[in-house]
């Protein structure tokens, strides 16, 4: 059995479920993700609205009550073994990984996973019914050339420790990326707006280029958000897992993917790995 740890936005559990699901397939045994998040509640367990194939817990007490299959696994396997995220990027052990695991890391690249895509693909459609508003708004995107522009902000501005890692994406950034789609697509373009900070967004972002900011979601919806974003025809991201996934999940194979070339503000941070080889970095 594997078991992974999900805590942190719906960014994070997404990579988190991912990875714990290759592996889990690439032994053929089941998976159960432990939530472990806490008592955040802008960071709720959002992986109900989509069809994974695993067991959840919603807490790690909850996870240690009596299970048939964990029962079963320990007395086949004996306890787990506890591996945790080493370094930022893909680990070369982590293919090595026995049948008896628990995962307690971020694990943000696709190279943990990119054998088991069209599964992935498929496990991480949304499952819950959009809302009347959000079903309108699908139907005009996928009737346009459309793209996505996610802005992040929120805990990058508020939160010291993680405006020194992370810091924001510049208006010359997405400028520069609404510009460069602009310019490669032959069709009228429209630009969705997605941010955690819409009136920052509104007040900042100031372009001649067609664009609408999608503001009715929020953070118990943002799944809402992400399945927009995936039905663009392209995304243009910014420095965070969340809108990563909205990409990822983009299956338009003429999609442009741009992504800050600059990923941490932080200049000892890295994850090489991070990025798709084909989505271009300005």
């Known amino acids: ?3 992974t740890h999900i805590y942190g936005g719906l960014g994070n559990q997404l990579f988190q479920y991912s990875a714990g699901r290759a592996l889990s397939l690439q032994h053929g045994v089941n998976l159960r993700l432990i939530w472990s998040g806490g008592n955040n509640k802008s960071r709720a367990l959002a992986m109900m ?4 194939n695993c067991k ?3 807490s790690a007490k909850l996870s240690k009550r009596f299970d048939f299959d964990v029962i079963k696994n320990f007395l086949k396997h004996g306890p787990p073994v506890i591996f945790c995220e080493k370094m930022q990027g ?4 982590f293919n090595s990984l026995g049948v008896n695991v628990r995962l307690k890391g971020y694990w943000q690249s696709e190279k943990f996973f990119k054998t088991f895509a069209s599964v992935i693909r498929k496990d991480l459609q949304i499952v819950t019914l959009p809302t009347k508003q959000n079903q309108l708004l699908s139907e005009k995107i996928l009737s346009k050339n459309s793209v996505a522009v996610h802005i992040r ?3 990058y501005i508020t939160d010291s420790s993680a405006n020194t890692i992370h810091g924001t994406c510049s208006i010359e950034y997405y400028k520069g990326a609404m510009d460069y789609i602009a310019t490669k ?5 429209i630009f969705y707006i997605f941010s955690d900070d819409i009136p920052w967004a509104i007040e900042n972002l100031i372009t001649e280029h067609e664009v609408v900011f999608v503001d009715h979601n929020n953070d118990k ?5 992400l399945r927009l974003m995936s039905q663009c025809k392209h995304n243009i991201i910014a420095n965070s897992s969340f809108s990563w996934w909205g990409a990822w999940l983009n299956i338009n194979p003429q999609k442009i993917v741009i992504t800050p070339q600059k990923w941490y503000a932080d200049n000892n941070t890295k994850n090489e790995d991070l990025i798709p080889s084909n989505w271009i970095k300005i």
């Open 1 to 3: 059995m594997i078991s």
């Open 49 to 52: 609205h989509f069809n994974v």
């Open 56 to 58: 959840i817990f919603p």
């Open 90 to 93: 893909f680990d070369d052990q």
């Open 153 to 155: 902000r929120g805990d």
């Open 185 to 189: 697509s032959r069709k009228q373009t």
């Open 221 to 225: 919806t943002n799944y809402e958000d």
